[in-house]
């Protein structure tokens, strides 16, 4: 604990001798936020943010920029995205004044069964490989998106990440080094190195990166449209791809795809409402951590505080109990999103906390039943997008199909071998995503779009996010650029029990006191470099009728408007 404490204070003290001061705002804060009239974008990547500015100017709308910058992130991004991975979004529509939300993931090879795994002698779906395939979804996502939203056809929307990938892109920073990472352990899979690796090495920071497998893929989508993914030479492609090397997902698995529109589902913060969209992904767990919350007058315990981060990380083991039990496909089970996400039951679980001491092992409620990229584009129509997609752990499986230009995605691995389950491996089933796009809204109208990146951290991200502007009155920026906290060490929907207090990670920037109260308290806290996620945001402000944008500063991002 000394040591730990040593650290700490060591960081703390460099961090104030190299950080910058600011004339207006917090002293955290990296820069200003964005402001402009006609549209606004905010992504993980420059370029593509430029390609969906670009979109706009076009006369696309919201939806037709996010796909075109999607689409360019899977190219420069491939450490976070793709099109052999899933996607989610929520839709503001400014003509119907609605909230739309869109379940964009791929569901378990048919022909693969729990019985022909654990014969295998498999105690957990392995994390990379052929095993935690699904069918990626995102494509399909773009279509049904484009078709209810856009207004440019796809040939164009997907013109920028095709000449990207044929005629070449400088390598960003942050990417670089992801991409170096993951070929480590993905090079071993069948034309993986043919792909990123195509001079025996990872492409550095600043090189010029070509992808022409990808632009063949797009080029064939944009005139072939969704059915030249799913039913076409790609799909039979993918199939016998997998076949050869011990995989199940098959042709008729991609020919059978389709993506569902789902309600958006909400709960109340202290006169906003906060929109996720329900399981199988783990969106709710933030309604929850937030009903819990808004029990506490957190305004008054003050950003950084030992009592706020307390709260935080007590209010997240009580959600993520429930998360590990109920989040699953609901397809296959009635789950009771609606008494999970009541102020009932908050006010229940609001008693297992202890403000003055930690707990260890908390046991999921029992209401009455009745790496990922993150973007999101405004128009000037008043549409706004809330994006996110992604490959999981990455890079995904490390399964590149032949002359595809493109990872297959893990999801697969979020299945659980446990009997009885909600979420246990069974054929043609979604499994648990941990993907999840965001929105506020304020007195029906629309406020914030958001996300934050980064598996299990996302709700956590979500719930600070909406802390840090609502309770704390930090700008669109400054929400983001605030020291962040995770914690680790709660039960999994994969079957993994929490059995002790688990350890909270905080950024550099949280004072020493607070952490030696934290301490106190029983809280085993650890210095993390990374893994805090990645967050982009755009706020509308009704009054001067403009849009404010933020990017995460801790990776390649950008936000722009005009």
Not at 30 to 49: F, N
Not at 490 to 506: F, N, R
């Amino acid at each position: 604990m000394k040591t730990l404490s040593v650290i700490f204070l060591s960081l703390m003290c460099c961090s104030s001798l190299f950080s910058q001061d600011r004339i207006t705002g917090r002293s955290f804060a990296t820069r200003s936020e964005v402001i402009a009239q006609h549209g606004m974008a905010c992504t993980s990547q420059p370029l593509a943010t430029q390609t969906a500015i670009d979109i706009l100017k076009a006369g696309g709308t919201a939806v037709d920029a996010a796909i075109a910058a999607d689409a360019v992130l899977g190219l420069m991004e491939p450490t976070g995205s793709g099109i052999g991975g899933d996607l989610f979004a929520i839709v503001w529509d400014a003509k119907t004044k609605k909230l739309y939300g869109l379940n964009a993931s791929g569901r378990s090879p048919k022909s693969l069964t729990r019985e022909i795994l654990v014969n295998k002698g498999i105690k957990t779906i392995p994390s990379l490989g052929p095993l935690p395939v699904s069918v990626p979804g995102c494509v399909d996502g773009w279509f049904e998106l484009n078709q209810k939203f856009g207004k440019l056809p796809m040939k164009q929307i997907l013109s920028g990440a095709i000449n990207y990938a044929r005629n070449g892109f400088p390598v960003s920073e942050v990417i670089a080094y992801y991409i170096a990472s993951n070929s480590r352990s993905l090079q071993q899979f069948p034309n993986f190195k043919e792909t990123y690796m195509p001079e025996g090495k990872s492409p550095a920071k600043g090189e010029i990166f070509k992808n022409p497998f990808l632009a063949n893929t797009l080029t064939k989508i944009s005139e072939g449209g969704r059915d030249a993914f799913y039913k076409g030479d790609i799909a039979r492609t993918i199939g016998e791809y997998m076949k050869r090397n011990g995989g199940y997902l098959s042709y008729e698995d991609m020919a059978s795809h389709h993506s569902e529109w789902v309600e958006p589902v909400s709960s109340n913060y202290r006169g906003y409402d906060i929109w996720e969209l329900p399981p199988n992904s783990q969106g709710i767990a933030a309604l929850q951590m937030l009903n819990i919350m808004e029990g506490y007058d957190v305004k008054s315990m003050g950003f950084g505080s030992a009592e706020y981060i307390h709260l935080f990380v007590e209010a997240k083991k009580l959600a993520f109990e429930d998360r590990a039990k109920f989040y699953a496909d609901p397809a296959f089970n009635q789950l009771p999103v609606k008494q999970l996400i009541s102020k009932k039951y908050s006010d229940e679980r609001r008693k297992l906390i202890d403000l003055n001491r930690a707990s260890k092992r908390q046991l999921p409620g029992n209401p009455e039943h009745g790496n990922t990229i993150y973007l999101t584009v405004a128009d000037e129509s008043g549409n706004m997008i809330s994006l996110i997609q992604s490959n999981y752990r990455g890079m995904g499986s490390g399964m590149t199909p032949d002359k595809l230009g493109f990872v297959l995605q893990d999801r697969g691995e979020m299945f659980t071998l446990e009997e009885n389950h909600v979420n246990t491996y069974e054929p043609g089933k979604r499994p648990f995503q941990t993907i999840i796009p965001a929105f506020i809204t304020k007195d029906g109208q629309p406020w914030v779009s958001f996300g934050v990146m980064g598996g299990a951290m996302q709700p956590q991200g979500h719930v600070q996010i909406v802390v840090n502007l609502i309770d704390f009155g930090m700008n669109l920026q400054e929400a983001g650029d605030a020291p962040r906290i995770q914690h680790f060490g709660s039960s999994e929907p994969t079957g993994e029990k929490m059995e002790d207090a688990g350890i909270v990670c905080l950024e550099s920037g949280i004072s020493y006191e607070t952490i030696r109260t934290l301490m106190q308290k029983g809280h085993t806290i650890q210095y993390d470099l990374g893994g805090y996620g990645g967050y982009q945001a755009i706020m509308y402000d009704a009054k001067n009728k403009v849009y404010y944008g933020a990017s995460e500063s801790r990776k390649d991002g950008q936000a722009s408007g005009y």
